[in-house]
């Protein structure tokens, strides 16, 4: 807002100690010169399994301070009521291949630039996306809907993004859309993000979309298996 101090903010909480193992994702806005300020637990993986709740942010000097609260409605079985896999190719504008290019770099650190990803583990990039989805891992398969949204690199020491994205169907066998946000560990062979909602067939929908990186080819093409799990269905 120009009006007031304002800011809204979608990020994820990573654990990885002995007391906690997982993620929670968080996003609302922060009306910042309010003394505290509530945003949405909108999902997590590990110990936060399909987690809801609310966390509370009040400004201390110039460092924030926040908790959560976990929801009292638990999910009680760890067995989805819908199971899906699907595929999605994300080929990177590179400056030469426009005609074929699905996603660009939109925003990159004062050392990078809009054609190449930046050195640093890409940190500082910023990718929107129009995926093509398959239901094999054959890029020149019919696509039954389109995976759009956006993904950031933001780690130096570490190859990890974060991603927002729907899954949006037009096909005969799906109508409607699956939204997920979540963290991205690259290197890791399997990883977990969050389903935080969806339309049409996948109505009120929640559960965890593990991805798998099927191939990549050098840093404009790669292959993402999405391996989803529904645990609220309608």
């Known amino acids: 807002m120009k009006s007031k101090y304002n800011a809204w903010f979608a990020y994820t909480l990573v654990f990885n100690s002995s007391e906690y193992y997982g993620t929670l994702n968080i996003m609302g806005a922060d009306i910042i010169d309010q ?54 190719h994300d080929i990177l504008y590179n400056g030469e291949n426009g005609k074929n290019a699905t ?34 891992n054959n890029i020149h398969s019919n696509p039954i809907g389109r995976a759009q949204g956006f993904y950031f690199y933001d780690k130096k020491e570490i190859f990890t993004s974060w991603l927002g994205f729907s899954f949006v ?25 969050s389903v935080i909602g969806g ?8 559960g965890i979309a593990t991805l798998m990186t099927d191939s990549v080819e050098g840093e404009v ?14």
Not at 103 to 109: E, Q, R
Not at 169 to 192: E, L, V, Y
Not at 199 to 206: L, V
Request: proline share 3%.
């Open 221 to 234: 093409y790669f292959r993402l298996q999405v391996d989803i799990k529904l645990y609220e269905c309608w």
């Open 169 to 193: 169907f037009n096909s005969t066998q799906h109508k409607g859309s699956i939204n997920f946000a979540g963290a991205d560990p690259i290197m890791n062979k399997t990883r977990d993000i």
């Open 199 to 206: 339309t049409g067939d996948f109505f009120m929908t929640r």
């Open 103 to 136: 996603s660009a770099i939109v925003g990159a650190p004062s050392w990078g630039n809009l054609t190449k990803l930046a050195g640093q583990n890409h940190f500082g990039d910023l990718i929107v996306f129009d995926d093509p989805i398959t239901l094999d």
């Open 35 to 88: 003394k505290t300020r509530d945003l949405s637990i909108v999902g997590g993986t590990g110990n936060f399994f399909m987690a809801r709740g609310v966390v509370t942010f009040s400004t201390d000097a110039v460092e924030g301070l926040g908790y959560f609260l976990e929801s009292s409605n638990k999910i009680r079985a760890h067995r989805p009521c819908k199971t899906l896999i699907f595929y999605f």
